[in-house]
Each structure stands twice: as C-alpha cells, then as structure tokens.
C-alpha cells in the first residue's frame, strides 16, 4: 500500500470512530450529524456518507472529497453538508476537522438565534468568549459554509451556532473539533439551567483572556524542553 493510502485509510478510520463520540455524548439523533477530516497535504477531505446509521458506519464507508465537494473515493453519497465543510476547508487552511450536530441545548441557543455568554471558566478556557450565532442559511450550497467561516475568522470560538439550524465546529484535527462539539452541547446546557435561576454573572474580558491564555497554554501535558 502505497503512503499516501495508508494516510487516507488511518484517517478515514479517525473520523468512523469519532462519530461514535456523538453518540456517546448524545449529540446527535437517527443519521444526523457529521464529522470531517482534511487529508494532510492534499486538497481532499473525508466525511460521513448521507442517511447511513451511525451503527453500520464502517471506515470504508467514510468517503472521499475534494475541496469542491465532489465525490473522490467511495461508492455512496457523501452528506449533505459536504458543501459546507469544503467551504471551510478551502477558506480556512488551519482547520483540520470540522463536525456538525443539531445537540438540544446548543440547538435550542440557535433557534433563538442568541449567542451563548461568556458565563462559565469552562467556556473562556474553551472558546474565549460568547459562543457565537451565524446566520441563517439552508442546506445543499456554500451559504452555511459562507456563514461558519464569516462568523469564526477572527474569533476565539471554535463553535458557531447557525440559526434555526445546529452547531458546527471547528479543529486542529477531527478530535479536536469534536471536542469543541461535546463542550459547546456542556456549556450550552449549564447556562440554560444558570438562566432559569435567574441572571448569570458575566466574567470580566481581562480575566477571560488571562483562562483563555491559560488553558490554552499551561493545561494538561507538556512535552518535556
């Protein structure tokens, strides 16, 4: 097998194996819902087929794009939000994967078209700020890609909620973006509840930069210098 294959094949088993987090993280319902991850090095990307049950996912059923949408490699329909993710893939190289899910909490933001604020630490050290609203658009063109990538170039927020629609995400890899989902459907619940108590605390923006900074760059492991 030749490398670049095998790269395909490795990330093609990545991105059927995280859509099994959305699942788990009850993000998603029936087939909806997709992650994606760019080949590295190639304008080409891969993605969940359209109207295939998450349990009767397989690798080799995760197909092949280009950064036009159109269908590379595989023998069944790629999702009908193709289009978006290679809108953001072609306009925003740094992005590596990139996931959609229609996640109550998050979904119930964007149907009032009302950004999530920045209320909780979890949220600055994620996202840095409010978790933003992009506009209305429907399915099937570049309009919902047009909207992640206006709303998300030169914001913090690794998630955008799409009015009247669901969440899209974005990452340094499919995990990551995943991530980003998971927390966005976590922080997105917390302040709902925080609002039915009555009104959240906003956090000071110097304090938000300062978690921000910190979660970013502290957290977790580092390898050693």
């Known amino acids: 097998m030749m490398k670049e294959e095998r790269v395909i094949e490795e990330l093609r088993e990545t991105v059927c194996r995280l859509h099994a987090e959305l699942v788990r993280y009850n993000l998603v319902a029936w087939t909806a819902g997709n992650v994606s991850g760019r080949v590295p090095g190639r304008d080409l990307f891969v993605i969940k087929p359209s109207g295939v049950s998450y349990d009767d996912l397989t690798p080799e059923s995760i197909v092949v794009c280009d950064l036009d949408g159109e269908l590379v490699e595989g023998s ?4 009908s939000d193709t289009a978006a993710h290679a809108y953001v893939y072609r306009n925003m190289p740094e992005v590596n994967g990139v996931v959609h899910t229609h996640s109550t909490y998050a979904s119930a933001w964007a149907a009032r078209g009302e950004a999530i604020p920045c ?11 409010e978790i933003p609203i992009g506009p209305f658009a429907l399915i099937g ?10 709303t998300l170039n030169g914001h913090r927020s690794r998630a955008v909620l799409m009015q009247n629609h669901g ?22 619940r917390t302040v709902h509840v925080s609002r039915q108590l009555g009104e959240p605390l906003p956090i ?10 910190r979660y970013q760059n502290v957290y977790g492991q580092r390898s050693s210098r």
């Not at 969440?167 to 997105?188: H, L, R």
């Not at 000071?204 to 900074?213: F, G, S």
């Open 141 to 150: 063109n570049d309009d919902i890609g047009k909207g992640i990538v206006e």
């Open 76 to 79: 069944l329909a790629p999702s």
């Open 119 to 129: 209320v909780l630490t979890a949220m600055a050290d994620e996202f840095g700020g």
């Open 204 to 213: 000071a923006q110097d304090d938000i930069d300062r978690l921000y900074d």
């Open 167 to 188: 969440v899209f995400t974005i990452g340094e890899s499919p995990k990551a973006a995943v991530k980003a989902a998971v927390m966005c459907e976590d922080v997105a």
